[in-house]
């Protein structure tokens, strides 16, 4: 069956970067979008970009551009989300979905935590 | 960007009632690139409602979907127990994708 499976939780300190990677299985990885979506803690879903794993190319949600950098690895069928500057206000889950092109997103990986504290 | 409102914030119920919830955009969505999930505390969202009205997959029918341009519904008709979280509607047509802030369904 189609699944992402995420890496898991990570505690990191504030300025540092984190990456965190989504493995693919269950169907032909270079023909789905991979997106990524925030969510603080008790908070709600917030899109943070997309990855085409075909070519590699991206788009970035505004707030996000400069911080954030996704790529693939075709080999493993793996998609990374690095995000660095890391502040505390950016502890949450994260999670990585998969999307046809403009489609909605289905399924979702299990949400990394990542918690930024000194 | 579409900026998605969601109503109520929260709706308390029991089971077997019904319930609506709303979702209107700041711009008109192409019903195709309205989207519905529901999310239950420490899970995933999980995939309802595409394209404004179809079930995705495995989705009883007490769940509905309705609407366009700028207003949608989801609708489910008899509460059950496993029904009580936190719904989103999303629209994937524009860049930003953006989501509404989220209706939580509790028990009354």
């Known amino acids: 069956q189609v699944q992402l499976v995420q890496s898991g939780a990570e505690v990191t300190k504030p300025g540092a970067s984190v990456k965190v990677s989504c493995k693919a299985s269950?169907?032909?990885?270079?023909?789905?979008?991979i997106h990524w979506v925030r969510q603080a803690p008790g908070q709600g879903l917030e899109w943070i970009g997309v990855i085409d794993p075909r070519g590699g190319s991206t788009v970035y949600a505004q707030k996000w551009q400069g911080r954030v950098t996704m790529t693939r690895d075709t080999s493993t069928s793996t998609v990374y989300m690095e995000l660095s500057s890391l502040r505390s206000d950016d502890t949450a889950v994260f999670y990585c979905a998969r999307a046809a092109a403009v489609s909605c997103f289905d399924p979702w990986g299990q949400g990394t935590l990542v918690t930024v504290s000194s | 960007e579409i900026v998605l409102t969601q109503s109520p914030g929260t709706l308390s119920l029991s089971p077997g009632e019904r319930a609506t919830l709303s979702c209107r955009a700041s711009?008109?969505?192409?019903?195709?690139?309205l989207a519905w999930y529901q999310q239950k505390p420490g899970q995933a969202p999980r995939l309802l409602i595409y394209g404004a009205s179809s079930r995705a997959t495995g989705i009883p029918d007490r769940f509905s979907g309705s609407g366009s341009g700028a207003d949608f519904t989801l609708t489910i008709s008899r509460l059950e127990p496993e029904d009580f979280a936190v719904y989103y509607c999303?629209?994937?047509?524009?860049?930003?994708?953006?989501f509404g802030q989220g209706t939580k369904v509790e028990i009354k």
């Open positions: 711009q008109s969505v192409s019903s195709i690139y």
């Open positions: 269950g169907y032909t990885f270079t023909n789905y979008y």
């Open positions: 999303q629209q994937h047509g524009h860049s930003p994708w953006t």
